[in-house]
């Protein structure tokens, strides 16, 4: 009955993680398309170019929600800490990797589309310690603000999760799978946003932020 039970848990949190709350609202505001927009991606960075700041952040929040309620029903249903873990990643990978964004490349072949996990990895980490959303959010805004580059805000969101649990496992406050969850979402994160990393490594990506606009107030300086 248990085994059932985890796999209900997982089956739940990738369905929920696969819901493309991005597409959705863009297309009901905007009528736009957000995976013929930049990125191409769902997430609230992507919304938030289609169709605004807030959609942004209304998206990411939903994002958020979607591995925190993952969390919250592997809890309820088990007493499992490894399916408390497994079940925002699993809600991350349906993010990413949407089973209702299923698309057919030129060569034939099926790709998922989706996001790049960074909503769902915070929300994750809120619905394994709720505090944790008062110091990832207010970090993860100043990162953006001053280092200029949504992927690397993106990519900290895991990396600060890790961060915390690990002090909090070190102190006996949480069991250490929870700083593990940390290191398994960077790994999905990494994965989803190895364009951006590229682009980071050759001097292209995309600037936002404080440094976006001292760029475009002295065209002449280099990234």
Known sequence: ???????????????????????????????????????GRTGGTNAG?????????LT????????????????????????????PIVAIVGHNYSIFLIEREENGK?????????APCGGGSVGLWA???????????????FIGYASITTLSIALLSTIIFAIRAALGLSPWEYAIYGLMAEVLLII??????????????????????????HPQEAD
């Open 49 to 57: 170019r289609a169709a605004g700041t807030w959609v942004g952040v």
């Open 1 to 39: 009955m248990q085994i059932l039970i985890s796999l209900g848990v997982v089956i739940f949190a990738y369905l929920v993680g696969s819901i493309p709350f991005g597409l959705v609202l863009v297309k009901l505001l905007t009528g736009k398309d957000i995976r013929s927009i930049e990125s």
């Open 60 to 87: 990411a929040l939903l994002d958020g929600l979607k591995a925190a309620s993952a969390v919250w029903l592997a809890r309820a249903l088990t007493s499992s800490t490894w399916l408390e873990v497994l079940a």
């Open 192 to 217: 989803a946003l190895r364009p951006n990393i590229k682009r980071l490594l050759e001097g292209k990506e995309r600037l936002v932020g404080r440094r976006a606009r001292t760029k475009n107030n």
């Open 131 to 145: 505090p944790s959303i008062l110091i990832i959010i207010p970090l993860a805004i100043g990162i953006l603000y």
């Open 110 to 118: 099926l790709h998922l589309r989706g996001g790049a996990g960074g």
